[in-house]
Each structure stands twice: as structure tokens, then as C-alpha cells.
């Protein structure tokens, strides 16, 4: 098999690192429905709840009022889906280049063979 190009070296290593981003967005995404699926569960527990309320605010405990801590879920919901729908948008316009990049890749590497 005939040598690689720098060129065709150097998108190989593009590929790879486009590979390692799109897996780190996979992992943030997971996150990212975790904390929505707490918010969610957290808002249906707090319509349950009766009496006093206590949030965490790092290592203590805050004495709160049920509608306080109904906006604080729900402002942290819709910070949420920004972030998420903003890391749907950076992951599609990298899978694009990485689809981009394995073409061309393939391309090269069947001339190669």
C-alpha cells in the first residue's frame, strides 16, 4: 500500500478528533436529559408536597416557599433545553464534517488500494 499524503494524514486525524467530540456531545447529552429528568421528577414530588420545604444550596439546607422552588425548577428546566437544543445544533454541524471527511476519506483510501 502506497504511503498517505500529509494531507490525507492530516484529515485522518481531523476524522478521529471530530470522533472524539461527537462522543464527548453523546455523554454531555446524557447529562443533560439526566438533569431534565430530575427537574421533571423534582417538579411532580414539589405538587405533592405539603408543609415545609427545604432546597439544597450546596452544603446546606434553605427554608423555601413551594412557589419559589416551582420557578427555580422550572428556570433551570428551560436553561435545560437551550443547552440542549444549542449542543443538537454544534453536534449536527460536526457530524456534517465528519460525514464530509469519511467521503473524502474513502475516496482516497479506494484510490489507494
Known amino acids: 500500500m502506497a504511503e498517505l499524503s500529509p494531507e490525507t494524514q492530516k484529515k485522518i486525524a481531523e476524522f478521529q478528533s471530530i470522533q472524539a467530540q461527537l462522543q464527548f456531545m453523546r455523554y454531555q447529552k446524557q447529562q443533560y436529559q439526566m438533569q431534565m429528568r430530575d427537574a421533571d421528577f423534582a417538579l411532580q414530588e414539589l405538587e405533592k408536597a405539603s408543609g ?6 450546596g452544603l446546606i439546607m434553605i427554608k423555601s416557599s413551594k412557589d ?7 428556570e433551570k428546566k428551560e436553561l ?34
Open 80 to 113: 435545560i433545553n437551550v443547552r440542549m437544543n444549542t449542543l443538537a445544533k454544534q453536534e449536527d454541524t460536526i457530524r456534517q464534517r465528519a460525514e464530509a471527511l469519511k467521503s473524502e476519506l474513502e475516496s482516497v483510501l479506494n484510490k489507494k488500494l
Open 68 to 74: 419559589d422552588a416551582r420557578k427555580d425548577l422550572t
Open 52 to 57: 415545609e420545604l427545604y432546597l439544597n444550596a
